[in-house]
Every structure is written in structure tokens, then in C-alpha cells.
């Protein structure tokens, strides 16, 4: 599979995981990101370490980013290549960084079990659950990115996690900076 990169020049691919917190974005990424020696960027890390935020969200219990700073302290690494990015949203970032576009999805019972052993409960709890039920980061990503980069993975085990890593390995290996249109 030819990358659409969009005309840019990149060696290798820029990566998106996206999906509900809990379904396994920053593990697949770190592993994705250690099998192919790209860099994995977990913006939320990446908010808090930068201070790219707007100040804390009571209800949520989490930061409210700064879209606009963390896409300035992405666009020159996000132009080199080689990088998997892992956040619960998508809607924000320029469609030109990413040549692939990853929503992974878990069952809703796995979800609700992964959420309360984090700490989830009441409104943090049910909203993520009622994401995932009505597939939101699906529909953001379909909106917001060609129909061609844009694909649904399963990860509700440790072995689907590591099919997954498996699956994207051999897309990247197969991947080319140039699309070829005959």
C-alpha cells in the first residue's frame, strides 16, 4: 500500500492512534513505535510536560489543551517522518501530518472495566463509554481524514493489541513516500 502522502517528502510515515481512552492507544503505540525505531508522542504527556493547556477541567479531571500550541510543537517533527502519534481526538491536527489514521475500539463491557480500574467514575466514566458506544473518534476520523488512510482495529486483548502492532509493522514496511498512478 503507496502512502497518500500528500506531497511531502517524508522517508517514513507519520502515524495517528486514536480512540476512547482505555483502548489501548499508548500501548500500541509504544509498542508500534519500538518494533519500527519511530518516535512515539503521547499528547497528553506531551501537554503536561509543555504546559500546552489551557488550565485544569474540574468535571473531566484533565487538562483542556491548547490545540493551537500543540500543533505548533508538532509541525517541524511531524514534518521529518517517523512518528507515532497517540491521542483521544483527532479533529484538531492538519490532515497532511498523517499517511495512516488508527481508531482503535474496544467492547464495552473490556472499556468500562479498564476505565474503573483507572479511577473513572461518574461523568469521566459514562461519557467515555457513550463514545465508544456510538463511535465518536470513528466518526471524528472519518470526518476529518481520507477515507483511505482512515482504519477501525479491534483491542479488547493483549493478542489483538499485538495483531494490530503486526498489521501496522507490514503497512509501514510497505509503505512509500511517492503514490505511483497508472
Known sequence: MAGANSGTRRQKPNILITG????????????????RNFKHICVGDLVKEKNLHDGWDDQFECHVINKDLVCDELEDIMEGGGNIVDYHGC?????????????????????????????????????????????????EASDRYKEEIVTAMQSDTIEDISDNVASLTEWIESWSPWVIII
Do not use: H
Not at 492507544?25 to 519500538?34: D, I, M, N, R
Not at 469521566?124 to 463514545?131: A, G, Q, R, Y
Open 20 to 35: 476512547t481512552p482505555g483502548t489501548g492507544k499508548s500501548t500500541t503505540a509504544s509498542a508500534l513505535a519500538e518494533a
Open 91 to 139: 479533529d484538531f491536527f492538519p490532515e497532511r501530518w498523517f499517511d495512516r489514521v488508527v481508531v482503535l475500539q474496544t467492547e464495552n463491557s473490556v472499556l468500562y472495566d479498564r476505565l474503573t480500574r483507572r479511577g473513572y467514575s461518574g461523568t469521566k466514566l459514562s461519557n467515555n463509554i457513550e463514545c465508544e458506544i456510538f463511535q465518536v473518534m470513528l466518526g
